[in-house]
């Protein structure tokens, strides 16, 4: 089943509320939260009180993205707040990941692990017992509305089928650059979770711009 995660980096900031519970009520599967600290990328966002503060808007699963340096720090706040799925980069953390995804369970999250554009895919392969979804960057993380990263589709065959073969029941999820053009060729290389900021918000549907990533 492919779900379908707009990302509120692409709201406005200042009506936050009314947009989650817009794309709730639009269809989405999960919502797209991209924490980021200025160090690990070149942006900044926000932390757990905004996770906390949208929380009780709507049923809709939290996807919670950190693009932070060491997010091993801050695993019990964000998951406390509210995050339902959290994602850490293997490119951020400090100490040992596969103790982080394990925490991230205990806590009662799903935990999930996420890759840059530029590192090599095959880093995936030791963390597989422990992740309920691999999210696949298509963009160098920081930034919505970026160009989506063509080698990126390449990339997508080779996680879906190091999943296929581990026999383990992951979720794949590709952020970045997602359009209604290219998201065919993103789902027929393995990939069942799409993320979209600027596809979503930009739409003057934002109804009609999920159903058409859901169905295109
Ligand atoms: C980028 C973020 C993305 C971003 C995607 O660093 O991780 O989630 O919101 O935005 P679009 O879909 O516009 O590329
Ligand atoms: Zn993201």
């Known amino acids: ?23 709730a009520r639009d269809g989405a599967d999960l919502i797209h939260v ?24 709507t049923n809709v699963p939290l996807d919670v993205h950190l693009m932070i340096t060491e997010p091993e720090r801050y695993i019990d706040e964000f998951i406390k707040s509210g995050a339902d ?18 925490k991230i369970r205990e806590l009662g999250a799903k935990s999930a692990i996420s890759i840059k554009p530029d590192t090599d895919v095959s ?28 080698e990126s589709v390449e990339r997508a065959k080779q996680i879906s089928l190091m999943i296929k073969e581990s026999g383990f029941d992951i979720d794949f ?8 053009e290219n998201v065919r060729r993103v789902k027929d290389a393995g990939v069942n979770v799409i993320v979209a900021g600027s596809t979503v918000f930009k739409a003057k549907d934002k109804k009609v711009a999920i159903s058409s990533l859901r169905n295109n």
Do not use: C
């Open 1 to 23: 089943m492919v779900k379908i995660a707009p990302s509120i980096l692409s709201a406005n900031f200042a009506t936050m509320g009314e947009a989650v519970k817009e794309i």
């Open 173 to 180: 999820e590709i952020d970045g650059g997602i359009t209604e």
């Open 123 to 150: 880093v995936l392969k030791e963390f597989l017992p422990y992740v309920d979804m691999i999210l696949l960057m298509s963009v160098y993380p920081g930034f919505g509305g970026q160009k989506f990263i063509e």
């Open 85 to 102: 799925i959290l994602t850490i980069h293997y490119e951020a953390v400090k100490t040992d990941i596969v103790s982080v995804l394990k």
């Open 34 to 57: 991209d924490v980021m600290d200025g160090v690990f990328v070149p942006n900044l966002t926000f932390g757990f009180k905004m996770i906390k503060d949208i929380k009780p808007l």
